[in-house]
């Protein structure tokens, strides 16, 4: 018998229904266990979110300060053929309950030298938070074999608003007679991602040490070169300005309150002006950088490679 655990953590429910339809050939499979694990945090991070509460994880969220989660029920002594790791992205990092898994004893008894599969469903800024979970994962002695990405459909513009609109008020939308398009993934690709499952299923079948090259072919991930320099951008400044609020008060502070404004005002700011103006830039060079971008995507795109 193969054995697949799932840790997965997901406020709207989208993430958790997503590694849901991921594994469902191997839960539909006489010859695999999947033991699913959500992760808890004592005390609840709320959804839909209160401005200032979502303004305030931040500063912990950069900083990977794992917040407290309850045990989850995934026996330590376990060995699982494959673990699959859902887990969203919030401020260019991965979300906090993901962070304190990663952080755990149980993680490193569990993760050390197992075969892990990361799935992210975000808006669509995913590079930095995988950066930090390599490191996370080197640091438990995993073995990372698959990386899949899927973003939200409402594209890089428009999820800028349809996103956090949905995050601060729980409805997904579309708004305005469909102006602005609704948040999320398309139902479309959240119900092809059990083409991974079932690429998954063959290879467990073979007997054979999962490496690599498992999701490989399979449309894991779409790097988009244009957001490359605003992510590294973005995370310089988050943890400049993270490590400023860190420093002002505790978290929950009246104190953090009139940083946190400026820090929303620089962010609204930095998605208005840097943002494109670093896009334009980059298309403008384009031609000079094409072999480094080419690199860059390739980079990013491991393990499992691009579409
Ligand atoms: C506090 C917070 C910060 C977020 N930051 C990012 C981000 O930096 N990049 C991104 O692509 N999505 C970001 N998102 C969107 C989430 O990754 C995710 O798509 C959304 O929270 C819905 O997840 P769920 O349906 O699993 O609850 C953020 C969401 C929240 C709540």
């Not at 407290?68 to 990092?93: G, H, K, M, N, S």
């Amino acid at each position: 018998m193969k054995k697949v655990l799932v840790v997965h953590y997901s406020q709207s429910g989208q993430l958790s229904r997503i590694a849901e339809r991921f594994v469902s050939p191997l839960t539909e499979a006489a010859d695999v266990e999947v033991t699913f694990a959500a992760l808890q945090p004592v005390e609840p991070f709320p959804f839909p979110w209160p401005f200032l509460r979502f303004a305030g994880t931040f500063p912990e969220c950069v900083y990977l300060d794992p917040p407290p989660i309850q045990t989850p029920p995934i026996d330590p002594e376990e060995r699982f053929d494959l673990v699959v790791l859902a887990y969203q992205v919030w401020f260019l990092a991965p979300a906090c309950p993901a962070t304190a898994f990663m952080q755990s004893e149980l993680a490193r008894r569990v993760l050390e030298d197992t075969p892990v599969v990361t799935l992210i469903a975000c808006r669509n800024m995913w590079l930095m938070a995988q950066e930090e979970m390599k490191g996370m994962l080197e640091s438990v002695r995993a073995r990372l074999v698959g990386h899949v990405a899927l973003v939200d459909e409402a594209g890089s513009v428009w999820s800028f608003l349809a996103t956090p609109l949905w995050v601060l008020t729980g409805n997904k939308g579309p708004r305005l007679g469909g102006r602005i398009p609704r948040a999320g993934v398309a139902e479309a690709e959240i119900e092809a991602c059990d083409r991974f499952g079932s690429r998954i299923l063959d290879r467990l079948r073979q007997e054979e040490p999962l490496d690599e090259s498992l999701l490989r072919g399979l449309g894991a991930v779409r790097v988009d070169e244009k957001l490359i320099s605003s992510e590294r951008m973005g995370r310089r400044s988050f943890r400049a300005w993270g490590g400023l609020i860190r420093a002002v008060g505790p978290p929950g502070s009246l104190r953090r309150i009139p940083v946190l404004l400026a820090w929303f005002t620089f962010l609204v700011a930095f998605i208005l002006t840097l943002v494109p103006i670093s896009v334009l830039l980059k298309k403008l060079i384009a031609p000079f950088t094409a072999r480094r971008i080419a690199e860059q995507k390739q980079y990013f795109s491991q393990p499992s490679g691009v579409s």
